[in-house]
């Protein structure tokens, strides 16, 4: 199976043996090696030209040398005007070549073979800073291992990725690299998953949660069951993603692309204009004249606006790739810094997706009144009522149910042996312990039934559901079922996600105007959850059309929106808004493929980073146009003004354009200030 490789040419054979590049591939790295010997050799060739002219007399030696330096220097420049020209534009490259050819009719070899060894120096300097950024998303590709340790059965067998299966058993020692994506069944670990996710500490993970291709296992074994097959793991998503972005070019780079061709043309007739007038009016010779006239079009010459922007765009887009941010597109990098509301689906987004436990409140005081003589060893009411329910809900299917058996888990209880089990589909559940009947289910499973303690349920179903939570009453029952002790009240939520509310105020603090939650849930249980997370404005009982309306009304009445989503009903409104960004880890396959911009592993405090990311990216575009256009204007009225010669015109040009590669380069390195996140269980409130 072929896929693109990161570099944007050729194909990787993904047969287990990434190490397969395509001839195409070889042939760019050879053309870009070649590159940089004919620059070495055109500053040798122009400078033992100069020294020969000016201290020997053999001319056809000096002139020999100019020769060299011009065909190796103008080789790429040529090859570059000429493909552009057969595609009827003309470009800076085409520029560089009549310039170099002007200086050689004027007299003036020296100054054309540094014109073209200073534009070919410029043009591997800018590969290799291009290349920084490449090989940053390549590295990716190293990430993963080729094979997995596989527990089928009793057996263990190493296999070559592609031969796992979803399901399979992958068994992760010490210090091992994670091949696929799974999902802890047996043991724990700290892992590394800064590569990922770019988070600077291991994470602690344990049974249940998942693990993710190409992070580290620290100091556990565990084994993980498949849950994305090789072409489907995070590490392929990654890779796909950032190929697919590098392919888009930015809106200025878009703009900068079409432009060019006429400055080009603009150049060149402005440049004739500058050759021809003087001589035309008598002032000057046609010497003089076309001296300055090849001056002008070396300085006029765009090569440091054309650069600016994919140098800063690529550097941006390898950055986030780092930090778990995905670009799909330079110009989404753009867009990000206009953002001017954010708004964000709940489920799954601002809350964590799924029912916890929150809340365990007894209706009886002492462990003797509630579940004496039944086995169980807890000593505090809330312990024993939290065991009581999970025995009950361990046969159980039901999410509501797994909630509280998960609960107890992570509390350390204990379970006892449960008989007569009976579940009634939307009610609840009935089953014995040790002869005596107890029910655990919603309010109206207990309608027509007398129960003992019922104003004091009441209260708490009540209570709970203001606060947005779903109530299990817990009950231990009478003869015939038709009297009740009511023994307890465990409410369960969809609980707000670590740091939501962090991420949200600094999204205020860095400028958005507006931070809103789109949700179908009911109001009630929306506006608990706003009030957590400190959004300012809420919109619930959203069906997927209505978060589409409510996202055009976002747009008309601030701007740009950036909507935040991980789910097939979001995939309209994450479509709609000016900027789509899915949730990588849990999103579904409908978000991904809409959404602009992807964050792995779900993290939430990377969308502060990404649009600081896309705010910086965007100042450095401005100061790298800025300064390329003021370089550009300084340098021609020098001309005018102070005769400014050729070779000080070739040094301001080409400097500008390697001083602005160097200034996008740095968004490589740009970094925001980010806390370490902390992991905690759930706190239950009596």
């Known amino acids: 199976m072929a896929i693109t490789n990161p570099l944007g040419y050729g194909t990787v054979e993904q047969n287990g043996d990434d190490s397969k590049i395509s001839l195409r591939d070889h042939i760019h790295r050879w053309s870009d090696k070649l590159e940089l010997v004919f620059t070495i050799i055109t500053l040798v060739a122009m400078v033992t030209a100069w020294l020969v002219g000016h201290y020997g007399d053999a001319a056809w030696v000096s002139n020999g040398l100019y020769l060299v330096a011009y065909v190796t220097g103008g080789w790429f420049g040529l090859k570059g005007g000429l493909a552009s020209l057969r595609k009827g534009t003309i470009d800076v490259d085409l520029l560089m070549i009549l310039a170099a050819l002007g200086a050689l009719y004027v007299g003036a070899p020296f100054e054309g073979a540094m014109l073209l060894f200073l534009f070919t120096l410029s043009n591997v300097l800018q590969d290799y800073a291009l290349g920084r950024t490449r090989n940053a998303i390549k590295a990716l590709m190293a990430l993963r291992p080729d094979q997995a340790l596989v527990r089928r059965g009793t057996q263990e067998m190493v296999l070559p990725l592609e031969a796992v299966a979803l399901g399979d058993r992958f068994i992760i020692k010490p210090g091992d690299r994670i091949p696929l994506d799974g999902r802890l069944v047996d043991g724990s670990s700290s892992v590394d998953q800064a590569s990922i996710t770019g988070e600077s500490l291991p994470v602690l993970k344990t049974v249940g949660e998942t693990v993710f291709a190409g992070t580290i296992n620290k100091n556990g074994y565990f084994e993980a069951e498949v849950t994305h097959l090789a072409h489907e793991s995070t590490i392929a998503k990654l890779i796909t993603l950032v190929e697919e972005a590098r392919s888009q070019k930015a809106k200025t780079q878009r703009f900068l692309d079409t432009a060019e061709q006429y400055y080009a043309i603009g150049v060149i007739l402005f440049t004739a204009l500058v050759a021809v007038t003087p001589v035309l009016w008598g002032s000057e010779s046609f010497a003089i004249a076309f001296y300055r006239a090849m001056t002008v079009m070396v300085a006029a010459s765009p090569c440091a606006l054309i650069i600016s922007t994919p140098a800063a765009i690529l550097s941006a887009i390898g950055n986030g790739a780092r930090q778990g941010v995905l670009f799909k597109g330079g110009a989404h990098v753009e867009q990000a810094a206009q953002v001017k509301v954010v708004a964000f689906d709940k489920t799954g987004t601002l809350t964590q997706g799924q029912p916890m436990v929150t809340d365990i409140q007894p209706c009886l005081s002492t462990p003797a009144d509630m579940l004496t003589g039944l086995g169980f060893n807890q000593t505090d009411p809330q312990t024993q009522l939290l065991a009581l329910a999970a025995s009950l809900e361990v046969k159980s299917e039901h999410p509501l149910g797994q909630a509280i058996v998960g609960a107890a888990q992570e509390q350390g209880v204990s379970f006892v ?105 009911q109001e009630q249980v929306a506006e608990t959850i706003a009030q957590q997370v400190g959004v300012d404005q809420v919109y619930a009982e959203l069906l997927p059309a209505d978060k589409v309306a409510r996202v055009r009304d976002l747009q008309a009445q601030y701007g740009p929106v950036a909507m935040v989503g991980d789910g097939v009903n979001d995939a309209p409104a994450l479509a709609q808004a000016d900027l789509g960004i899915a949730m990588g880890a849990g999103g579904s396959d409908v978000a991904l493929e809409t959404a602009d911009v992807v964050l792995l592993a779900d993290e939430l405090r990377n969308i502060p980073y990404l649009l600081a990311l896309s705010q910086r990216t965007q100042r450095t575009l401005f100061v790298n146009l800025a300064f390329a256009l003021t370089m550009i204007v300084l340098m021609i009225g020098a001309i005018f003004m102070m005769d400014l010669p050729l070779p000080l015109a070739v040094l301001g040009h080409e400097g500008g354009t390697v001083l602005v590669v160097l200034n996008g380069l740095t968004l490589l390195f740009y970094r925001t200030r980010r806390e370490t996140p902390t992991r905690s269980k759930t706190d239950f409130v009596g």
């Open 417 to 521: 042996e449960v008989t007569a089990f009976q579940a009634e589909t939307g009610r609840g559940i009935e089953a014995e312990i040790r002869g005596q009947t107890f029910r655990v289910g919603s309010w109206r499973y207990f309608a027509g039934i007398d129960m003992e303690n019922e104003s004091t349920a009441q209260t708490m179903v009540d209570r709970f559901q203001h606060a947005g939570k779903t109530s299990i009453v817990v009950a231990k029952m009478g003869q015939a079922d038709q009297t009740a002790q009511v023994l307890g009240v465990i409410a369960i939520a969809d609980t707000v996600r670590e740091r939501s509310h962090e991420v949200v105020q600094s999204l205020k603090a860095m400028g958005i105007e507006q931070v809103v939650m789109l949700t179908g849930d």
